[in-house]
């Protein structure tokens, strides 16, 4: 099947990366400018299939280069969570053995983030192949500046969770059905200065039933593309100059809107199989 698909997304192989370009649907127009030719950028882009994280692209350590964002309570970013199998990145949820408390938050859940080494700029396009958990935790394909960036930019690709119910918020109900994007400014110490531009589509199945294609063109400072299974749904204008560096980010978390049961849910109770956010392959391009 990997073979298959494989020949079905690549054109002429590149050193580390499978295919030529980024992956495009039958009938939808590549949207490269003309004369212009796409180019892989080897640092963000990785088919996962070695035996452990390649260091040299991603970290794992949520602590890493100063990052220090330890997870949403009540959910833990471990490490360990993180392996590579049979051509794939998995971050495995599950419910620690013991809760603990760190800076006066309690954990009683793990998953993890991994973040990439490289940042991505203007111009770039970026896209994973990806099968969300089916639990109540998220699975995510998304980019942010570093933190003493201000004001911090968000550039959220990809977003769902795999289980909600009747503890979620009304307007977050659909989240395990989703294609959901946003562009975030975020001010530190001013929430209220907040600017979130937003739009979401419905895929054809739940989020965790199949691996589906998330991408986004970052165009130009004022226009992003997103992309589903390689066929474009909508552009974001995020209403101000997108154009500082911002590394890709895979977070599989829990949400305070999306609350997980007292009983801890399907992260206590589905099969090892359904509690893993899978990656195939992440791939990060450059126009030439």
Same mark, same amino acid.
């Given at each position: ?19 030529? $370009?980024?992956?495009?649907? =039958? ?7 003309? &004369? ?6 080897? !640092? ?10 390649? !260091? ?10 100063? %990052?220090?964002?330890? &997870? ?7 490490? @360990?969570?993180?392996?590579?199998? @049979?051509?794939?990145? #998995? ?41 969300? #958990? ?13 933190? &003493?960036?201000? =004001? ?13 119910? @009747?503890?979620?918020? /009304? %307007? ?9 994007? #946003? +562009?975030?400014?975020?001010? /530190?110490?001013? *929430? ?5 531009? $937003? ?5 054809? +199945? ?13 165009? !130009? ?7 589903? @299974?390689?066929?474009?749904?909508? +552009?974001?204008? =995020? ?5 500082? *560096?911002?590394?890709? $980010? ?10 997980? *049961?007292?009983?801890? &849910? ?14 195939? %392959?992440?791939? +990060? %391009?450059?126009?030439?």
């Amino acid at each position: 099947m990997r073979a298959l698909l494989v020949f079905l997304f690549s054109a002429v192989a590149l050193p580390g990366v499978c295919c030529a $370009q980024p992956y495009f649907a =039958p009938g939808q127009t590549d949207p490269k400018p003309e &004369g212009k030719t796409w180019v892989a950028v080897e !640092s963000m882009s990785d088919e996962f299939d070695g035996e452990k994280l390649d !260091s040299k692209k991603w970290h794992g350590d949520p602590k890493a280069k100063g %990052w220090g964002w330890l &997870g949403r309570p009540p959910g833990l970013f471990k490490e @360990d969570s993180i392996t590579l199998e @049979d051509g794939m990145m #998995n971050v495995t949820v599950g419910v620690l053995d013991q809760p603990v408390t760190i800076n006066g938050n309690e954990f009683k859940y793990h998953g993890a983030i991994v973040r990439s080494v490289a940042p991505g700029r203007v111009g770039d396009f970026f896209e994973c192949r990806m099968k969300a #958990n089916h639990t109540e935790m998220s699975s995510t394909f998304w980019l942010i500046t570093p933190i &003493g960036v201000n =004001p911090r930019q968000e550039l959220d690709i990809q977003e769902c969770v795999g289980k909600t119910s @009747d503890l979620t918020k /009304p %307007w977050g109900r659909n989240w395990n059905q989703i294609f959901h994007s #946003n +562009t975030i400014v975020h001010f /530190p110490g001013k *929430p209220e200065e907040r600017i979130q531009v $937003q739009n979401s589509t419905k895929p054809e +199945t739940e989020n965790w039933e199949k691996f589906y294609i998330y991408s986004a063109w970052w165009k !130009s400072k004022r226009e992003i593309q997103f992309f589903l @299974d390689g066929k474009l749904q909508y +552009t974001l204008d =995020p209403t101000v100059d997108w154009d500082k *560096p911002a590394y890709i $980010q895979m977070a599989i978390e829990t949400y305070d809107w999306n609350p997980v *049961p007292e009983d801890g &849910g399907l992260i206590a109770s589905s099969p090892l199989a359904e509690r893993k956010t899978q990656y195939d %392959w992440v791939r +990060t %391009w450059r126009l030439k």
